[in-house]
């Protein structure tokens, strides 16, 4: 029989990847499965749908509640059918009278210990328990209600945004596997046995107080209303869904946004999403009230001096100001004198028309993104290697991977779908290495198998990632035949020369990176022997003086143990926000035209100046810091900030608010008034992934739709007003949708040849690149060669520099910084969100060590100064660290931690060496005259924004 997969039915239990098939009978219809598949899933597969309520397809069966009981020929007795495989020649009988009495009588026993109150029950219309006893005929209840029962279980409310009502629980224990099979935390028990056996959270905490993370699989799972969001429950059941990608983190989550008219009820993860596979995490499931926060900019503003009032205007008007502006700004100094950043967090559309209207319509090159802070060393080391600036895998490619290497990433707090996925792969046997200061969540992976912490200093990445290749290289374990097929000899005999000098051995670098050189021997053979190695890393990698540096080790030790072009393996920058792949790819960066093609190669610049119809500027533009310095220096005067925060995510704010405030013209185009907008003369009102078309780009190069569910807050999404921009510029843009704008993508950027909305619709998703040769993209890149040159990959010689900014006896401890799960970077949404339940301002984390010395007792408040600044921040005392690191997260502004960070940077790309500064930390009474500062100015212009007669912002 041919079988129809439906993405969205649950067909009972999870699919068997065995390759033999095996044919039985169900009901008389003849269907053949994969060998392992219960005989459940193969009657749903043939759309015969047996009763269940322990059974959901992403968890393993359990067999607790019986309600699957099947007949099968030549068995005795009444065998559940979620736990019973498919065998080859089975028949099997689905309904018969025997077994429909003996569902009515389960069901009977589930429906006599439970509140019969469906008419207001938030899951009616959408209970599996009530389905069933629709599926089973249940029509009276024998045994009465008057018996023992759990009616008056108490409900448990402390999560902001799930209520567990007790009460409705049938302990098919759906929840518990969830959170372990599906999230990996654990959280959750079934306590006690028989009647008394119950669901409870920790160790008989409520869910706040417990181990969960509140990333909603339990919720998902839960058959009945026992586990129910709470928007659910005050709103009601929805009337329609729209799918739609998550707006956080680089995972790229697919969600249906779940809706009554255009009031938004929930978001439910897509199990079609070819990220997720139907999970989530606590900001993409629960934290979207941002998008409707009372501080949403809603209307254009615009004032003469930041110190003056703003006033709201139309749209219109704003627009013609800005364009005014910046035309008289250019007439005054020249062409170079404006320039504009696009955003990480927009789609690729609006990207791409932000650094068109610069280059377009403004005339110069004068285009940078945010990504320059964070991924900027890995476009540039990966292109210098493997000739493609982007990660080679897909997510799901860790489930072949026999060891993982995680770099400075902490992906169950930045990347949690993913860290949920990889943890995973570990509870099934992988081996973890870690190199971070930190000792970070993965590394507590509940039942995880080997694994080793390589805690280095901050700033010695390059001198680790060349001894561990070291190790490869001088006991022989690289892989001869992928380097002689697959690598260009030269560069690798270079490469080989000087990794194999005695000076890049553990040994060697000991004392350098603090890591014992048998860990380091023993992390490189556990990487070099394993048949699949993966590299997975973060900002720890990138955000350093070697940023790129480190990204090439990365690549070297990838090529030199063969560990590209197939699942399991690769190198994988791990994104921060949802868009930063796409950000690059979409030519935000000053030297490159969409799809990383240089702005100096007259055959690309023809190709656009054809469709674009304007002669285009053939040197690169400025890049932030670049502009900062000129902004400063007086010939830089006009900037266009489309959602990105600069004054908060860059650093040195004293340097970065002094340009900020030396501009004639920032406009910026954000849903709140952000730090960088206190600088701005033009505020235009952003719009949310929810109120807009378009498409974001995954860390696995996934393009995912974005799809519009309410209408834009302030009447346009983002794209429509940069579009209003260049026409006022006399640039003319004439878009209806942004699908016109994704053809044009695709016309000029060589990975996206035939990318189109049809096709992603079709589709779910695409990887790119996409080309004639694989129009519906590439899973897995470099699988038969590389795209560089000569098609080979090419090993880097890395030299180990070590960073000007180290510890002294002013300055002896060396601060690190990272995320935390519950705050997204700036915070600016997760902050207005109940996310800020778990963390509510950001802490200096401190060895006991280091405390003790200082006299430092946990909630201290902390003085903290570096050699470009002071801050204040509360103590928490921690064993994380090693001694002598300290460490911070960035999610609110009024920290200041980018106030400490120094102006050093990569040597390549200018990314900022945030991750390295050399601070002395001491008790203190009060905020840092930079807080004060910012306090101050911080009311100043939330009156000069409340008297424009906006919402007030922050
Ligand atoms: S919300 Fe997630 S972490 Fe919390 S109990 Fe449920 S499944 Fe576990
Ligand atoms: S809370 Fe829901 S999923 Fe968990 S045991 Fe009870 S009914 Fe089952
Ligand atoms: S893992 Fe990232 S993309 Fe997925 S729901 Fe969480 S924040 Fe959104
Ligand atoms: S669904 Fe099979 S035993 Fe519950």
Not at 890 to 897: E, K, L, N, R, T
Request: with cysteine.
């Amino acid at each position: 029989m041919l079988q129809h997969f439906d993405p969205n039915k649950d067909y009972g239990t999870p699919a068997s990847l065995s390759e033999k098939l095996v044919t039985l009978e169900i009901d008389g219809v003849e269907i053949s499965v994969p060998e392992g598949t219960s005989v459940m899933r193969a009657a749903a597969l043939a759309d015969i749908n047996i009763p269940k309520l322990c059974a959901t397809d992403n968890l393993e069966a359990f067999g607790s509640c019986r309600l699957c009981a099947v007949q099968i020929e030549g068995r005795r007795g009444t065998p559940a059918s979620c736990t019973t495989p498919a065998e080859q020649g089975m028949k099997v009988s689905t309904q018969n009278e025997k077994l429909a009495k003996l569902r009515r009588n389960i069901m009977e026993l589930y429906i006599s210990d439970h509140p019969l109150d469906c008419l207001t029950c938030p899951a009616n219309g959408d209970c599996e328990l009530q389905d069933m006893a629709g599926a089973v005929g249940l029509r009276e209840v024998r045994y009465g209600f008057d018996g023992a029962n759990h009616l008056d279980a108490p409900k448990d409310t402390s999560n902001p945004y799930f209520t567990f009502d007790a009460s409705k629980c049938i302990v098919c224990s759906r929840c518990v596997r969830a959170c372990e099979e599906v999230q990996g935390t654990f959280a959750l028990t079934i306590d006690g046995r028989g009647f008394d056996s119950k669901v409870a959270a920790g160790q008989n905490e409520n869910f706040l107080d417990s181990e969960c993370v509140s990333c909603g699989a339990c919720v998902q799972a839960c058959p009945t209303a026992t586990l129910s969001e709470n928007s659910l429950i005050q709103m009601g059941q929805p009337e329609h869904s729209i799918s739609t990608t998550c707006a956080y983190c680089g995972v790229g989550c697919s969600f249906k946004a779940e809706m009554k008219g255009d009031q938004l009820v929930r978001m439910v993860p897509d199990k079609a999403g070819d990220a997720n596979h139907g999970h989530s995490c606590v900001k993409g499931r629960f934290a979207f009230g941002y998008a409707t926060h009372k501080d949403r900019i809603r209307t254009p503003m615009i004032r003469d001096a930041i110190d003056q009032p703003w006033k709201e205007v139309s749209w219109e008007e704003a627009i013609g100001f800005a364009a005014n502006r910046l035309k008289s700004i250019q007439y005054e100094y020249g062409r170079e004198s404006i320039g504009g950043i696009t955003s990480s967090r927009c789609t690729n559309e609006e990207t791409y028309l932000v650094q068109k209207l610069i280059r377009a319509a403004f005339g110069n090159n004068n285009t940078d993104t945010c990504a320059r802070v964070c991924h900027s060393p890995t476009g540039y080391g990966l292109k210098q290697t493997l000739g493609e600036s982007a990660g080679t895998q897909t997510f799901d490619s860790v489930m072949k991977s026999d060891c993982v290497l995680v770099i400075g990433a902490n992906p169950t707090d930045a990347h949690p779908v993913f860290g949920s996925l990889m943890r995973r792969r570990l509870r099934q046997g992988a081996s973890l290495i870690v190199a971070d200061p930190r000792e970070i969540d993965i590394l507590k992976t509940p039942h995880l198998g080997d694994s080793v912490h390589l805690p280095l200093r901050p700033g010695t990445n390059v001198a680790l990632i060349n001894a561990l290749a070291h190790v490869v290289i001088t006991e022989g374990l690289e892989d001869t035949d992928f380097i002689a097929k697959r690598c260009e000899p030269e560069a690798y005999a270079k490469w080989r020369a000087f990794i194999a000098e005695s000076r890049n051995a553990p040994e060697a670098v000991e004392d350098v990176t603090g890591v014992p050189a048998e860990s380091i021997r023993q992390a490189a053979r556990t990487f070099a022997n394993a048949p699949n190695a993966a590299i997975y890393y973060g900002l720890g990698v990138t955000e350093h003086s070697q940023g790129s540096t480190m990204v090439m080790g990365i690549a070297n030790l990838a090529l030199a143990t063969g560990n590209i072009g197939r699942e399991g393996v690769g190198v994988n920058p791990l994104r921060g926000q949802n868009n930063v792949q796409g950000s690059c790819d979409m030519g935000s960066f000053p030297h490159e035209l969409p799809g990383y093609q240089h702005v100096a190669d007259p055959v690309v610049r023809n190709r656009f100046e054809k469709v674009w119809g304007v002669t285009l500027d053939d040197e690169p533009g400025l890049r932030i810091p670049n502009m900062f310095d000129a902004a400063i220096a007086g010939h830089f005067r006009g900037l266009y900030v489309q959602g990105e925060d600069i004054a908060q995510s860059d650093p040195n704010t004293q340097h970065v608010e002094a340009a900020l405030r030396a501009l004639d013209c920032l406009i910026v185009q954000d849903i709140f008034l952000n730090e960088t907008a206190k600088f701005a003369h033009v505020l235009l009102p952003g719009s949310t992934f929810l109120e807009k078309n378009g498409t974001f780009t995954n860390a696995e190069r996934r393009i995912n739709r974005v799809r519009k569910v309410m209408p834009p807050l302030s009447g346009k999404e983002d794209w429509e007003v940069t579009v209003d921009l260049a026409n006022a510029l006399g640039y003319p843009m004439n878009y209806s949708h942004p699908s016109e704008i994704m053809d044009e993508i695709a016309l000029l950027t060589p990975t996206f040849t035939g990318v189109n909305y049809e096709k992603l619709d079709k589709h779910g998703s695409l990887q790119w690149p996409c080309n004639d040769e694989f129009p519906i993209g590439s899973p897995i890149m470099h699988v038969e060669s590389f795209p560089t040159l000569e098609g080979k990959g090419h090993f880097a010689v890395t030299e180990f520099v070590p960073t000007s900014e180290r510890a002294s006896r002013r300055f002896p401890l060396l601060l690190t910084t990272g995320r935390i799960l519950s705050q997204y970077n700036v915070g600016a949404q997760t902050r207005r969100t109940e996310n800020q339940v778990w963390h509510h301002e950001d802490k200096l984390e401190i060895h006991p060590h280091d405390a003790e010395e200082r006299g430092i007792n946990e909630g201290d408040w902390l003085g903290i100064s570096s050699r470009a600044g002071q801050t204040v921040l509360r103590a928490h005392i921690s064993k994380r660290m090693q001694p002598g690191v300290v460490y911070t997260t960035f999610h609110h502004p009024g920290s200041g931690a980018n106030v400490i960070t120094t102006d050093n940077s990569d040597w390549a790309t200018n990314c900022p060496e945030y991750k390295v500064t050399a601070v002395q930390v001491e008790k203190v009474s009060q905020p840092s005259e930079w807080q004060k500062d910012f306090a101050a100015n911080n009311q100043r212009q939330q009156k000069l924004l409340s008297e424009a007669g906006a919402s007030s912002g922050e």
